[in-house]
């Protein structure tokens, strides 16, 4: 083999090949396309994005993920949910019970739907889905009042009793309004900020009361 | 070479003049463009202009129309064009809430107020929130009278909320549409000096709506001559509201047609509060425990 010692490469032969890098492999193309990822991981993802913006509810910070990256999976979970808690009361009077599940569904999300379209016409800057998303997130306060009252009236349903639920649930609106006016209020006017709030405020009043008066049979 | 005329500073009243005189002058502002001519259009005819503006009317609902004119002019089909019914800050609802609630005999609303700026911002929130009121004060105040007694159970009364809803809402937006469409009607038999739009006589309707809400909070009172002192009470200042809005546009038909017209507003808006104070507030009972009948067959009633 000594004769390949002093092999070396001319400058005229072509040299040809493949100059793979390996960063390159993950092209763009990839990145969006997540046909080929498992399906835990795609769920996972959602999953982990709605889960970030119920913390962001929670504590509420002026933070622009909640607007930007707007998804509405979190609202219907939550509507469904407090829907779904506010069946059971009242059944034996059909005419004069509480709100039937549609109805609960229509009002929150008529009432959001009209609520951003209220502050859009005012002049406001939020995109219409983002406007949707906030409200239907910031449903959560609520939803929660929702589950420790149906608890709490498991133990009974006396003074003390509502006297508990009274002010879990106004904490609650008051945490739920104020949480969806930290983030919608700032793409407002600056002198029209009221008349943004304020439909929001009734809006959370209405499913606090709703709420409130569940009675079970 | 500027002379020193050209020079001289322009005073307010002067370009104040000057717009009264040409209302479509384009105007150059700092200012929001639309509330400076209609600022300096108040301060001008607030003085001595109330007779005025009862006599020639003619030029104020002119200039109103022409000022009207210039803002709608996007097609109805875009966005924008809803816009211009919401252009009112803050300070403009709460002063618009202010004058249907303490109406100043002699001081027409929309003159006043709207300013050929109507707003549907008003009427639909003052609305949404009475019918919450009602529905609300409602099922409280009946919670509160049935209180005590051993076979009441306390519901919701949900149902109630979407008639609440479907009444106030008919009432705030077909009446104002009968209203506009008879005054039209008039308007082309007889030559009136006051005509108001369609959007006008909603904005008006709905802001006079505004005493019932706390009216409603405050029928949650169990007493009947309490309720029925708030009736009138209510009634007196948002009737008033409408009474002198539409006086200066009927007065000039024939005597009857204009009392039937002032009458029919003032009776519907009577028939909307007694209505929804019979429908949604149960009647308070008296105090005394009800007294025990026996029956014949043993059994005890109780009689209301």
Known sequence: ?217 | MATVDDLKFQEFDDAANLLAANPDATTISIDEPTEIPKNQHGRLQEPGREEDDELLGTDDSDKTELLAGQKKSAPFWTFEYYQTFFDVDTYQVLDRIKGAVFPVPGRNFVRLYIRSNPDLYGPFWICATLVFAIAVSGNLSNFFIHLGKPTYHYVPEFRKVSIAATTIYAYAWLVPLALWGFLMWRNSKVMNIVSYSFLEIVCVYGYSLFVYIPTAILWIIPQKVVRWVLVMFSLCLSGSVLVMTFWPAVRDDNRRIALATVGTIVLLHALLSVGCLAYFFDAPELDFPAPIIPAHNGTTLITK
């Open chain 1, 1 to 217: 083999f000594a004769g390949l010692a002093d092999v070396s490469i001319s400058e005229d032969i072509p040299v040809e090949g493949e100059i793979t890098v390996p960063v390159g492999s993950r092209s763009p193309d990839e990145d969006y396309s997540t046909l080929d990822e498992p399906v835990r991981d795609t769920i996972m993802r959602d999953l982990k994005a709605v889960g970030k913006k119920f913390v962001h509810v929670m504590y509420p910070k002026k933070s622009s993920a909640l607007l930007r990256d707007w998804d509405l999976w979190g609202p219907l979970v939550l509507c469904v949910s407090l829907a779904l808690m506010l069946q059971g009361g009242s059944a034996d009077s059909k005419e004069d019970g509480g709100p039937q599940f549609a109805e609960v569904f229509v009002i929150i999300w008529f009432g959001a739907v009209v609520i951003t379209l209220n502050s859009k016409l005012l002049g406001g800057t939020i995109s219409f889905f983002q406007s949707l998303c906030v409200l239907g997130y910031c449903v959560l306060p609520l939803t929660v009042a929702m589950l420790v009252c149906r608890l709490v009236l498991l133990a009974g349903s006396g003074t003390v009793s509502f006297i508990v639920r009274l002010i879990v649930v106004i904490a609650m609106f008051g945490w739920s309004t104020l949480a969806s006016t930290a983030f919608l209020a700032d793409s407002q006017p600056p002198n029209r900020k009221a008349l943004v709030v304020y439909p929001i405020f009734l809006f959370y009043f209405v499913i606090s009361w709703m709420i409130l008066t569940f009675t079970p049979q």
